[in-house]
């Protein structure tokens, strides 16, 4: 990082709030997919998915890198960010994250639960489709950086961003297909929000930045412009599946509650009419 650059002029608490933001959108993104394998009618499937896509890829990833920029500065220049390049880096994240949850929370069986058994297969490539599209966001994110002059990127740390992005979507894959407590569910939505916030910091403080004071200013949105609008939004929409996933019946209950009245089923159809039971 060059001695013009900052990447905490507002402050060391964004990361705190990109760290929070990250684990909201990671955990609620989490179990809409996992509600998805559960769900057998089509529509409210589908449904599903597009919250845990929009949740993982948009809140979950894509919002805590821009609450980070928010810190980002360069002495001697303005900082701007390039409209076209900003809406691809939210594009990538979350159109790979709707595939990938395509790829492992298939519908659920009759005989199995899909979560459980999905192909190590589908696991691996579900994982490497987020992580590259958390790669490409990041990409993209640092292509929206105008400024008076150019920045530069060290591809060393670029490449250290991308193996912790391959893990973060290794982790929320696991999450959704292994992990039954919430508890642990939990445990593991801290981890991978640290870890983005980490890709996020790895990848820019390795940027360099060349101030030419003779060039036009740029043109492009503001930090604030862009990120106050979408942080209100986003915290606005996660609120419909975190309503929808509390007053979702219990399925552990309801299938206890299913196997209790089939026995009862059972045992009265052993019973003669007159309430004796058969020989």
Avoid: C
């Avoid at 990250?22 to 989490?30: D, K, L, P, S, T």
């Avoid at 996992?34 to 919002?63: E, H, N, V």
């Avoid at 058994?117 to 105008?146: D, K, N, P, T, W």
């Amino acid at each position: 990082m060059s001695d013009g650059l900052q990447q905490f002029s507002m402050g060391t608490w964004i990361i705190a709030l990109a760290s929070i933001t990250a684990f909201v959108g990671i955990f609620v993104g989490v179990a809409s997919a996992r509600k998805a394998t559960t769900t057998p009618i089509p529509r409210q499937r589908m449904l599903w998915l597009a919250w845990g896509a929009l949740s993982i890829g948009g809140i979950g990833a894509w919002l805590p890198h821009y609450i980070a920029m928010v810190g980002f500065d360069v002495y001697g220049s303005m900082v701007r960010y390039d409209v076209l390049w900003i809406v691809i880096s939210f594009v990538v994240p979350v159109a790979a994250t709707s595939i990938a949850l395509l790829i492992v929370s298939p519908p659920p069986t009759k005989h199995r639960r899909s979560s459980a058994s999905v192909e190590i297969g589908r696991l691996a490539a579900g994982a490497a489709l987020l992580g590259v599209g958390f790669i490409g966001m990041q990409l993209a994110i640092v292509y929206s950086v105008e400024i008076q002059g150019s920045v530069d990127s060290n591809p060393v740390l670029i490449a250290a961003a991308a193996v912790i992005g391959f893990l973060v979507g290794a982790g929320i894959i696991w999450s959704i297909s292994s992990l039954d407590s919430r508890t642990l569910r939990l445990v593991a939505a801290v981890a991978v929000a640290v870890a983005v916030v980490a890709m996020h910091y790895t990848g820019v403080w390795g940027l360099t930045a060349t101030v030419d004071p003779t060039t036009a200013r740029p043109d492009g949105l503001e930090v604030f412009s862009i990120l106050f609008p979408v942080f209100v939004l986003g915290m606005l929409l996660v609120t419909v599946p975190i309503t929808a996933l509390l007053m979702a019946p219990d399925r552990v209950a309801a299938e206890f509650e299913l196997e209790a009245d089939m026995l009862a089923a059972e045992s009265l159809a052993a019973e003669s009419p007159t309430g004796e039971s058969r020989v």
